[in-house]
């Protein structure tokens, strides 16, 4: 009996010493079975979708997003688990309060015997680095733009400083053929 107790205080102690891991990391984190069901989710994975992490536990991504969406993250790991390789994406998905842009890094689980039994993840907000590098990228086109309106304005004042020149050399030949023709 003592050592069925000793057992379930273990089991307990590793769950809890398990979920304060994954509930401390300010990512969002999950681990997934073969079949793209979430074995545990973190804190940060459920406030992103709406969800208590325990609501997540054997659905997959059908339950906190759009079909289309989910269809793509469990595509995703099934390429993770077949390749055996992690993988990094940075990947746009529908959030609580509207999308969010993430840098997800998946990697698949491997057992002891060598079988592949799922995916592990951890996705960080890249939103507010997307928007930047949004507006950065705007703000370069807008430049280019000015500055092409810029060298288009300056080739027109060359211009007319070309235009202004060779009329006054022709005004300067006109003087000097009406001097030479009052002179005689």
């Known amino acids: 009996m003592s050592d069925t107790v000793s057992a379930e205080e273990a089991l307990k102690r590793k769950i809890l010493e398990m979920n304060t891991f994954i509930n401390n990391i300010p990512d969002m984190a999950w681990l997934k079975d073969s079949q793209s069901r979430f074995i545990i989710a973190n804190k940060a994975f459920g406030d ?3 969800k208590k992490p325990e609501e997540l536990t054997r659905y997959t991504c059908e339950v906190c997003f759009p ?3 989910a269809k ?3 595509e ?3 390429r993770v688990m077949k390749s055996r390789k992690q993988t990094r994406i940075i990947e746009k998905i529908a959030g609580k309060d509207g999308d969010i842009w993430l840098e997800t890094i998946k990697s698949p689980i491997i057992d ?3 079988n592949v039994t799922g995916t592990v993840g951890i996705a960080r907000d890249i939103t507010i680095r997307k928007k930047a590098e949004t507006e ?3 703000t370069k086109r807008k430049l280019q733009e000015q500055l092409g309106e810029t060298e288009r304005m300056n080739n027109m004042m060359i211009g ?4 202004m020149a060779e009329m006054k050399q022709e005004i300067d030949e006109l003087k000097k053929k009406i001097s030479s023709l009052q002179a005689h």
């Open 76 to 78: 995703d790991d099934q």
């Open 136 to 138: 950065l990228e705007e």
């Open 67 to 69: 079909l289309e969406e």
């Open 112 to 114: 002891e015997n060598g």
């Open 48 to 50: 992103a979708v709406g």
């Open 160 to 163: 007319r400083e070309l235009k």
């Open 72 to 74: 793509k993250h469990a």
